[in-house]
């Protein structure tokens, strides 16, 4: 167990470098628990400001496209209306009606996603917040469990996700006299790595397929490099085939017409998307059995210099 916490004195940013420091790169560490309590302003500080546009997809119902999922998908589906006030009028009503309650929670998964969702498809690792009222109702409490925690690039989004829900249950609550911020983070397992891509999808992904055949169709090599590109900088838990496969499906047809007269694209780029496709199908079936695998960044490197090729043709056949 590695327990963090901040010094009265410091701030949400101080919580995330301390939290850095516990967790170096390449290792893991079970049962990390950060902590720290903080002026109730604290969430419009300007460290956390840069995290709060994340952290809104991240909490927004339905999801944002380019978004694997968002929390809101899981918390909101419980609730009347889109908007995640109706989440945080949950919670406030149960810390009015009983302020030393223990149900003022949400909980993002049930047994039966869980048992019942592959291995190979991205749920949620934010399992469960609660929400509290110290005895003399001058601090708002929020604990937070996590079965995973990403602490270099995902954790500003989760305290950003956190202080929305503090400032949103700030103004519900203003009959109470808050003064401070408690926050309380568990996560089970604690990872650093700042590639990982925070489950946002490549552009590519999802991008309109009848644009992508019409670019094809152009020739517009540029679009369609800079789509690779965008594919090749993110670091996926699962990486996505959508947007290699409606690529290389669109190249082809363009390339069976092209005995019409039109100019066909080299064959090194469909063989390098197609070897793509397959390692990115042999990444994913290692990634079903362990998500640590040395394996699995071996082939991050293989699927990355097949797709790099790709867009070396692309640029050099135009």
Request: hydrophobic content about 40%; glycine content about 4%.
């Amino acid at each position: 167990m590695e327990i963090v916490k901040t010094n009265p004195s410091e701030h949400l940013e101080h919580l995330w470098a301390k939290a850095n420091d516990a967790v170096p790169q390449k290792t893991r560490v079970f049962n990390l628990i950060l902590s720290g309590v903080f002026p109730i302003e604290e969430p419009k500080g300007i460290w956390i400001q840069g995290s709060l546009k994340k952290a809104k997809q991240w909490q927004s119902y339905p999801k944002p496209v380019n978004l694997i999922f968002s929390h809101g998908d899981y918390i909101l589906r419980f609730f009347k209306g889109t908007q995640i006030n109706r989440g945080i009028d949950f919670l406030a009503d149960e810390l009015r009606q009983k302020t030393d309650t223990n149900r003022a929670c949400w909980s993002l998964l049930t047994m039966e996603l869980l048992r019942d969702t592959p291995q190979d498809v991205s749920i949620p690792s934010f399992m469960v917040l609660q929400a509290g009222l110290s005895e003399n109702k001058e601090r708002l409490i929020l604990t937070a469990y996590f079965r995973a925690l990403e602490v270099n690039r995902f954790l500003p989004i989760n305290l950003g996700e956190l202080c929305l829900i503090a400032s949103r249950l700030h103004q519900k609550l203003l009959s109470f006299p808050l003064k401070e911020l408690e926050l309380n983070i568990h996560a089970f397992s604690a990872y650093n790595d700042p590639d990982y891509s925070c489950l946002e999808k490549a552009e590519i992904d999802y991008y309109d397929n009848i644009d992508l055949t019409l670019a094809v169709g152009a020739l517009d090599t540029t679009l369609i490099a800079r789509l690779l590109e965008g594919k090749t900088r993110l670091k996926e838990s699962q990486i996505i085939p959508v947007g290699v496969t409606a690529l290389l499906d669109a190249i082809q047809k363009h390339n069976r017409r092209a005995k019409t007269g039109m100019k066909a694209y080299a064959e090194e780029v469909t063989t390098s998307l197609t070897d793509a496709l397959e390692l990115i199908k042999e990444y994913n079936e290692v990634r079903t059995t362990s998500s640590y695998h040395q394996r699995g960044g071996e082939l991050y490197e293989e699927i990355r210099k097949e797709l790099k090729i790709a867009i070396d043709n692309l640029t050099k056949w135009k």
